[in-house]
């Protein structure tokens, strides 16, 4: 699975509201800090976990499951297992008239979800992180040390 810089920075671009699958409310939680991030990037970021329904995080109520997300979500991001993928891109295609990107966090991958996503016109990336993504592609890695091969005047 090998995305191009400009396929993920496109995405990235076009993104305003993402829904985090299986966000948790411990800040200590990968689904929490990725959620965190994206919300502090401009981000309107809406938890879905039914554990966790009613409660607030960044501004946003957490939802019980996909059917229960505004229609301007336009990208799912997926913190579960690979099994799990087929069902909940299943929803998001039926219920998100708006859903231009399925993500698929590091980690999980599901090939037959992703090509019915993407037979019906929606981008698919999968075992990549958008925070990670983002970060690369904009030049923040760089304060951490990493060599993110984007050349950037941010110190």
Request: with cysteine; proline share 5%; net charge positive.
């Amino acid at each position: 699975m090998s995305y191009s810089d400009a396929f993920l920075k496109e995405i990235l671009a076009r993104t305003r509201v993402i829904a985090v699958i299986g966000v948790s409310l411990n800040p200590v939680r990968p689904s929490y800090y990725v959620a965190r991030y994206l919300s502090l990037r401009g981000y309107r970021v809406i938890g879905v976990n039914p554990g966790h329904v009613g409660a607030q995080l960044f501004g946003e109520t957490v939802r019980g499951g996909i059917g229960d997300l505004p229609a301007e979500v336009d990208m799912v991001d997926i913190f579960r297992r690979s099994e799990a993928v087929p069902p909940i891109v299943d929803a998001a295609l039926a219920h998100l008239p708006n859903l231009r990107t399925i993500w698929m966090q590091i980690g999980v991958a599901h090939a037959e979800a992703a090509a019915k996503a993407e037979a019906r016109g929606v981008d698919v990336v999968m075992n990549r992180c958008p925070k990670i993504e983002y970060q690369r592609l904009h030049g923040e890695l760089r304060m951490g040390g990493f060599n993110t091969g984007v050349i950037s005047s941010k110190l």
